[in-house]
């Protein structure tokens, strides 16, 4: 009989557990959640190169008659679809008074300011300059050099993903005063998932870190994100459905550059997928404080037959995905700010 722990699909994604095990009686995972292998993974993470490219919302955000807009490390910048189709964006302040050109309207292609009707369709103008953006087909980049401070790319890394034309896709924002690091320390954190998230998340093991062996004496989980590759976590864990009903999986949780981190499943129902936490500073509020914006992006993938039909659905679907990922957020952003904020202090471990 095999031995191997991982997830096999079985005819069934569902599985019935045999033992609900209560929230005060799981294995504790304080011991193998060392601050210095999480701060050690931050230090590569936020050491890896950007090209100085931010990500500012969905793709389905730019509508055809309304931009889409952002701060980004304090700096306006707005983007829409010039009349080709073309994601175009610069500066979110009109050159002539400064009016806020999020709130004008786009008029065949052009962005026409509502104080005194300047219109932009992308190209310099009176003084306004474009930015590079990019547009993956499911988030909206842009590129801030002067807050990036990095040698600039062509485009920004886009994780592999599944096909985009066989996913299921959901987008959720949200954000918190943190900085961008604090975000992504959380997500290299997989320790906490059971503990924090048990409506969520259940028998989860990490069953190896970045420099150990993996614990169930395997070679781990492959097909990572380039750089990240050497920092896998590797998880395995159920998803909570109702009860004791779950839905096992091996995921891997990289981190490619330094506002970004992707959790892929890599063995179990719907191998595959990914979710990609992307984190931008937005710049300090009124009081001083820094604020984050967390962009995360679902890109869900199965050969189940009746996966077309859930993509079919997606209209009705995205609601409680966006649902469910703000759920959790709302905690790991407390848990976020809570880590600036001590850290803010000099009193955070690590």
Same mark, same amino acid.
Not at 25 to 37: D, F, G, K, Y
Not at 172 to 185: F, H
Not at 311 to 327: C, E, H, K, N, Q
């Given at each position: 009989?095999?031995?191997?722990?991982?997830?096999?699909?079985?005819?069934?994604?569902?599985?019935?557990?045999?033992?609900?095990?209560?929230?005060?009686?799981?294995?504790?995972?304080?011991?193998?959640?060392?601050?210095?292998?999480?701060?050690?993974?931050?230090?590569?993470?936020?050491?890896?190169?950007?090209?100085?490219?931010?990500?500012?919302?969905?793709?389905?955000?730019?509508?055809?008659?309304?931009?889409?807009?952002?701060?980004?490390?304090?700096?306006?910048?707005?983007?829409?679809?010039?009349?080709?189709?073309?994601?175009?964006?610069?500066?979110?302040?009109?050159?002539?008074?400064?009016?806020?050109?999020?709130?004008?309207?786009?008029?065949?292609?052009?962005?026409?300011?509502?104080?005194?009707?300047?219109?932009?369709?992308?190209?310099?103008?009176?003084?306004?300059?474009?930015?590079?953006?990019?547009?993956?087909?499911?988030?909206?980049?842009?590129?801030?050099?002067?807050?990036?401070?990095?040698?600039?790319?062509?485009?920004?890394?886009?994780?592999?993903?599944?096909?985009?034309?066989?996913?299921?896709?959901?987008?959720?924002?949200?954000?918190?005063?943190?900085?961008?690091?604090?975000?992504?320390?959380?997500?290299?954190?997989?320790?906490?998932?059971?503990?924090?998230?048990?409506?969520?998340?259940?028998?989860?093991?990490?069953?190896?870190?970045?420099?150990?062996?993996?614990?169930?004496?395997?070679?781990?989980?492959?097909?990572?994100?380039?750089?990240?590759?050497? $920092? %896998?976590?590797?998880?395995?864990?159920?998803? &909570? /459905? @109702?009860?004791? #009903?779950?839905?096992?999986? *091996? +995921?891997?949780?990289?981190?490619?550059?330094?506002?970004?981190?992707?959790?892929?499943?890599?063995?179990?129902?719907?191998?595959?997928?990914?979710?990609?936490?992307?984190?931008?500073?937005?710049?300090?509020?009124?009081?001083?404080?820094?604020?984050?914006?967390?962009?995360?992006?679902?890109?869900?993938?199965? $050969? %189940?037959?009746?996966?077309?039909?859930?993509? &079919? /659905? @997606?209209?009705? #679907?995205?609601?409680?995905? *966006? +649902?469910?990922?703000?759920?959790?957020?709302?905690?790991?952003?407390?848990?976020?700010?809570?880590?600036?904020?001590?850290?803010?202090?000099?009193?955070?471990?690590?």
């Amino acid at each position: 009989m095999s031995t191997d722990p991982r997830p096999r699909r079985g005819r069934l994604p569902l599985r019935l557990r045999r033992h609900a095990v209560p929230w005060q009686h799981q294995r504790p995972t304080w011991r193998e959640a060392r601050p210095a292998v999480i701060a050690g993974a931050l230090e590569r993470a936020l050491a890896r190169p950007s090209g100085n490219w931010y990500v500012l919302g969905a793709s389905t955000d730019v509508r055809r008659t309304r931009p889409l807009s952002g701060t980004v490390a304090g700096e306006e910048v707005v983007v829409w679809r010039d009349a080709r189709g073309r994601l175009v964006g610069g500066p979110g302040a009109c050159p002539h008074l400064g009016a806020p050109l999020a709130d004008s309207p786009v008029r065949c292609g052009t962005l026409v300011c509502h104080w005194h009707g300047l219109a932009l369709d992308g190209a310099p103008f009176a003084g306004w300059q474009p930015l590079p953006v990019h547009d993956d087909g499911v988030l909206v980049w842009v590129r801030l050099d002067t807050v990036g401070e990095e040698p600039p790319t062509p485009a920004p890394f886009v994780p592999a993903r599944p096909p985009r034309a066989t996913a299921l896709t959901s987008v959720w924002r949200g954000a918190g005063d943190c900085e961008p690091e604090d975000v992504v320390a959380n997500r290299l954190d997989p320790w906490h998932g059971a503990w924090f998230h048990p409506y969520s998340f259940v028998d989860l093991t990490v069953v190896q870190a970045p420099g150990e062996t993996p614990r169930d004496g395997g070679a781990g989980a492959g097909g990572g994100d380039g750089d990240g590759d050497d $920092d %896998r976590f590797v998880v395995d864990v159920s998803f &909570r /459905l @109702a009860g004791r #009903l779950v839905v096992p999986v *091996r +995921a891997e949780f990289t981190a490619p550059g330094p506002r970004t981190v992707v959790m892929r499943i890599t063995d179990g129902e719907g191998t595959g997928s990914v979710v990609e936490s992307h984190a931008t500073p937005l710049g300090p509020d009124g009081s001083g404080r820094p604020r984050t914006a967390v962009v995360e992006a679902v890109l869900a993938t199965s $050969d %189940r037959p009746g996966f077309p039909l859930a993509r &079919r /659905l @997606a209209p009705a #679907l995205r609601p409680l995905m *966006r +649902a469910a990922a703000g759920r959790l957020w709302r905690d790991d952003l407390a848990y976020a700010e809570r880590r600036g904020h001590l850290r803010a202090r000099g009193r955070f471990p690590g």
